[in-house]
């Protein structure tokens, strides 16, 4: 009997599970509307972009002045053209960006204008303008001020080196130096017409790119063990009284030192290492690349030499004396290497 019940409730078991049906819960998703990516939004205030044909211009700073920083551009603006993208404008420019131009350095060809032309424009070597002495009032670019000239070589001023990359090249026809029977340099002189042409070209590029006096040197400047260009004839104090051009000493502070240094015996303070460590001190704050050793060696010769063509032409014979050593810490003093 028990047996009998047993087969029937299975029987009925099996019927059951087999009839129920299998149910699904279904969850319904959220619709979610489409959304556009939402840009940036445009400054209001902005100078706009100048077009002229395929070339964009972006004439006006809105870089903040204090901090060297400008958004001019003085050619078209230079842009990527990525395979597939579109690179836009649309923010441009940022206001945090200065100039690659920093210094301006000098040079004379030692060639006459033919030779000049041709070297700077067919060989490894070139500036970004030379500086002709026809008496006319053309001036030659050989390259655009936003690439770099080949120009300054091994060089260093300050806390910069390799100048080549920071600066922009001026070269000027002159014949250069030649050295007579005993020894000393002789230079030529610059014609005045030259000049002018010289100082009105430095004052454009030393405004449009913001370049301190300090950065407006010549080639021994900033290669003193090497070179001698433009030399003691160039007219610095011309430029700087008529235009504003470059570095000078204050006359009373020179002579406030000057009063002091003359009382100094050169002649053997130059066999004293703690007085030539403080000269060699001197020069290498104000800018020259020099190691202070103690020694007046033949590097620190033509340093001082340097300096007097730059700042004491009328004697350039790399001699520490009372006037050179007055004008070296006048010049300190108003341009403070920071």
Known sequence: ???????????????????????????????????????????????????????????????DITKNDNTISYGSIVSANPSGCKVVKTFFPAVAQNFRQKYIILHYTALDDDKSLNVLTQQSV??????????DNEIYQLVDEN??????????????????????????????Y????????????????QVKKIAVLVKDIATRYMVPPTNILGHSDIAPTRKQDPGPNFPWKKLYDEYQIGMWYDETTKQTFYDTAVLEDYAMQMTVPSFVFKIQTALR???YDINPNGTYDDATKKTVETFQYHFRPQNYSGMIDAETWAILQ?????YPNK
């Open 147 to 176: 690439k770099r000239a080949y120009h300054a070589g091994i060089s260093a001023w300050r806390k910069d080196k390799m100048l080549n990359d920071t600066s922009i090249g001026i070269e000027i026809v002159n014949a250069g």
């Open 285 to 287: 704050d104000f800018g």
């Open 126 to 135: 070139s500036a970004h303008y030379l500086v002709n002495d026809l008496g």
């Open 178 to 193: 030649k050295t007579d029977e005993s020894g000393i340099k002789i230079f030529p002189e610059y014609p005045d017409a």
């Open 330 to 334: 006048a010049l300190n003093l108003k």
């Open 1 to 63: 009997m028990r047996k009998s019940l047993s087969i029937i409730f299975l029987s009925l078991l099996i019927v059951s599970c087999g009839t129920q049906k299998k149910t699904q819960t279904v969850v319904a998703k959220p619709t979610l509307p489409k959304v556009s990516p939402v840009k940036p939004e445009i400054p209001v205030h902005k100078p706009k972009i100048e077009h002229n044909g395929e070339l964009d211009f972006f004439k006006e700073n809105i870089g």
